[in-house]
């Protein structure tokens, strides 16, 4: 239960792989931008209430492995992430909105979305481990019978 995280009505593990691209993937993720954009995820996920695990930003694409509490969206997690970061880089870079294939977006439209968690055999062991446990205890009731 370690893994598990706690807000006043729940107990989650809600872990994602998460990827995405600038616009026609283009190499532009490295040097200053690639710095501002390690800072700036990182601050949006704190003010989103999420967790990084992992973050990857590559020339042409970033992978995010993070902790979501079961109150936000991934869509709206994305949402966030995405528009706040072109915004910022537009403004910090405006070198980069010249060129008329952007469009005013720096992102690509997508993402890719994956829940990381127990494996499937785990669970169905779990699973088949409470069915026999609780079989065990009915039988231990009607052993003893009516207290």
Same mark, same amino acid.
């Given at each position: &239960?370690? =893994?598990?995280?706690?807000?006043?009505?729940?107990?989650?593990?809600? /872990?994602?792989?998460?990827?995405?691209?600038?616009?026609?993937? !283009?190499?532009?993720?490295?040097?200053?931008?690639?710095?501002?954009? /390690?800072? /700036?995820?990182? &601050?949006?996920?704190?003010? $989103?209430?999420?967790?990084?695990?992992?973050?990857?930003?590559?020339?042409?694409?970033?992978?995010?492995?993070?902790?979501? %509490?079961?109150?936000?969206?991934?869509?709206?997690?994305?949402?966030?992430?995405? @528009?706040?970061?072109?915004?910022?880089? !537009?403004?910090?870079?405006?070198?980069?909105?010249?060129? %008329?294939?952007? @469009? =005013?977006? !720096?992102?690509?439209?997508?993402?890719?979305?994956?829940?990381? @968690?127990?494996?499937?055999?785990?669970?169905?062991?779990?699973? $088949?481990? $409470?069915?026999?446990?609780?079989?065990?205890?009915?039988?231990?009731?009607?052993?003893? @019978?009516?207290?």
């Amino acid at each position: &239960m370690s =893994n598990f995280k706690k807000l006043s009505h729940v107990l989650y593990r809600c /872990d994602y792989h998460i990827v995405w691209t600038p616009k026609y993937r !283009f190499k532009v993720l490295s040097g200053l931008v690639k710095q501002l954009l /390690d800072h /700036d995820i990182v &601050m949006l996920l704190e003010w $989103q209430g999420c967790e990084k695990k992992e973050l990857n930003i590559q020339i042409d694409h970033i992978h995010l492995v993070v902790s979501v %509490p079961p109150k936000v969206s991934i869509s709206k997690l994305m949402g966030i992430l995405k @528009g706040k970061t072109a915004i910022k880089i !537009f403004k910090s870079y405006p070198q980069l909105k010249q060129k %008329p294939y952007w @469009g =005013n977006h !720096f992102w690509s439209r997508g993402y890719c979305v994956d829940t990381i @968690g127990l494996d499937e055999e785990k669970i169905r062991k779990y699973v $088949q481990y $409470q069915e026999k446990q609780e079989k065990v205890e009915e039988q231990q009731k009607l052993d003893f @019978g009516p207290l």
